[in-house]
């Protein structure tokens, strides 16, 4: 995993130095370091456009690479998010209890501690029990164990059921959008056991670190996001680089072809949707302290469609790409339902951006597909002069794919 | 003789049509042979039956030494046991080298960790440079294969094929877009193939059939018509009727 890699993909160091001269200088710009350039909230911003790089990687993965069009991917990020959430919340709400018990005249036994709790918890759904999910919910190990093993179980379940019965295409596409819209619609439900529509809140705050400021903790979430970006990536690109990626190429190319070399097409499939959901996890754990909240909503079906339409218009089958596709598109996002796109006047009617944002992402979307299949990737292949050969003759061969004679010498 | 194949009384239909009707077919091991016969004979059929493609509705197919049927098994493991297969439109992966393309045909461990771990060796490497030499595409390993043309796709294929190291070889029309010279380098490829393993060609071309030398089996409506030599077979009145005199 190490010289030969990046022999083979400068690209990848390229990259990590980018990433790393990247985080260095919102380091040195945030309030963290005294300045007043980039503020906290906007250090929070760019933490969380890393860790939907993140996720956005693992898509190319499983889209890009394996060829899989996966529209649940979301889900798995929601279920890190979750996971790193109800430890979060347990602790400090435990912290708040224990601190106003100890006001009391007799010192409170250790089971009144945890119905003071499951009461503050679950007082809006209710109910003051805690649910069969929270039982490891005060371990910190356990919890950050299952933000890999709850979304990879899920991924693993779903996957050997689906690719098992060699549903693909569109098909599977769909399969997967109801698989994340009944996680949502589940979650939505008060007695799911994670407060139904309320979700989980107040995740900034990290337990007996209440003392230490936003600015600290946003740019520690800041460098934790761009480490968890830089080694999926690098992780990523080792898997893509050898035979591997040669083989989930073959796949997405032409899958039964694969199969008659003998390799098992199935098994392969689920081991990148699973790992893919892994990562996805990581970065949802990592995303949803610095949003501060999660909810049933962040998981909704439309969710992982953005992913795949990121992925897209930055470029896939090229991690960076992904990178480029989930940064520009959710920033500018941002930007433009932030309210803080000028609205523009055109006489008769006033487009304001935070309505007709979607609209015109949409259009970009039909756009880069029909016009710019490679997205904004494809413009580095200008840069590099990796460009596909004009074709305006007739082909080698008899297939419409060959090229001719004379290009193909180049 | 032992034989490597052994197809019996196989039938399939697709929606009502007989393609495959009570056909039995035997090779041995280091034999070549060839299946010719009229469109829509059910050749192309009858290689998707033996690798799995197709689940025939009765009959017997059985493998080996061991007489292993392999009825039930999937794709995967039927080109593990060591069947190869070519198709007729050729199907190399365009987006790769000619290199990757071999180096992923190679006869290696075919799970994921193992391959998620595999680095190339320097014999895995000769394997592969002497494979191109063998199939004219030294020159162009650093190539996209989909930069190639249409007869040096079918060779890379047959590259490939080889490179699995089968013990049966099926080849689905291995010559059809190529040039005269180019189907002379391909009969030696598959003849000097047969010399190890059992080769089965499907092919139009009598003349290539001719310079295959081999026994030839006549496919006629799902069904042998005929099976013999060359001479034997084209001397045939029922042959002569549905395929020559066409
Ligand atoms: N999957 C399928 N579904 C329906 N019909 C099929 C299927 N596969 C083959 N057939 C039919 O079975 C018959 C035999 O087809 P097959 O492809 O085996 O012929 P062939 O001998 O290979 O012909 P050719 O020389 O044209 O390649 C044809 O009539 C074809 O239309
Ligand atoms: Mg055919």
Known sequence: MSQGIFAKNPSVLVFLAILGLFTLGVTLMSEWAGSEIVSTSFVKTLGKTLCLALVAVAMDLVWGYAGILSLGHFAFFGLGGYMIGMWLMYERTRGIVAASLAEAPIPPTEAEVVSAIGNQIFGVVGSSEFPAIWTFADSLALQLLFVVLVPGLLAFVFGWLAFRSRVTGVYLSILTQAMTLALALYLFQNDSGLRGNNGLSGLQNLPGLDHVPQSSISIWFFWASAGALAIGYVFSAWIVSGKFGSVIRGIRDNESRVRFLGYPVETYKLFVFTVTAMIAGIAGALYYPQAGIINPAEIAPIASIYLAVWVAIGGRGRLYGAVIGAAFVSLVSSWFTGGQAPDVNLGFYTIKWVDWWLVLLGLSFVAVTLLAPKGIGGLVDLWTGRLPPDRHGADLGPDSGSLREAEAEQ | ?246
């Open chain 2, 1 to 246: 003789m032992k034989s490597l194949l052994e197809v019996s009384g196989v039938s399939v239909s697709f929606d009502g049509f007989k393609a495959i009707n009570n056909l039995s077919f035997a090779i041995g091991d280091a034999e070549l042979r060839a299946i010719i016969g009229p469109n829509g004979a059910g050749k192309t059929t009858f290689m998707d039956i033996v690798t799995g493609k197709t689940r025939p509705d009765e009959g017997r197919v059985l493998w080996g030494e061991a007489n292993t049927s392999l009825l039930g098994l999937s794709e995967a493991r039927i080109a593990r046991e060591g069947i190869g297969r070519k198709f007729q439109k050729p199907t190399v992966f365009e987006d790769q080298t000619v290199q990757e393309n071999l180096l992923m045909a190679l006869s290696n461990a075919r799970g994921p960790l193992q391959v998620l771990f595999y680095r190339p060796t320097p014999e895995d490497l000769d394997r592969v440079h002497e494979l191109a030499g063998e199939i004219g595409l030294v020159d162009a390993l650093g190539r996209k294969s989909g930069e190639l043309s249409h007869g040096q796709k079918q060779w890379l294929e047959i590259g490939m094929l080889l490179a699995q190291e089968p013990r049966l070889l099926l080849v689905d029309e291995p010559a059809a877009g190529m040039t005269p010279a180019e189907r002379e380098h391909t009969t030696a490829l598959l003849v000097e193939a047969a010399k190890s393993r059992a080769v089965v060609v499907i092919e139009h071309d009598m003349d290539f059939v001719r310079r295959l030398g081999c026994k030839v089996t006549v496919l006629h409506e799902g069904a042998v018509l005929a099976e013999g030599s060359l001479d034997h077979v084209t001397a045939n009145r029922k042959v002569i009727d549905v395929y020559l005199g066409r």
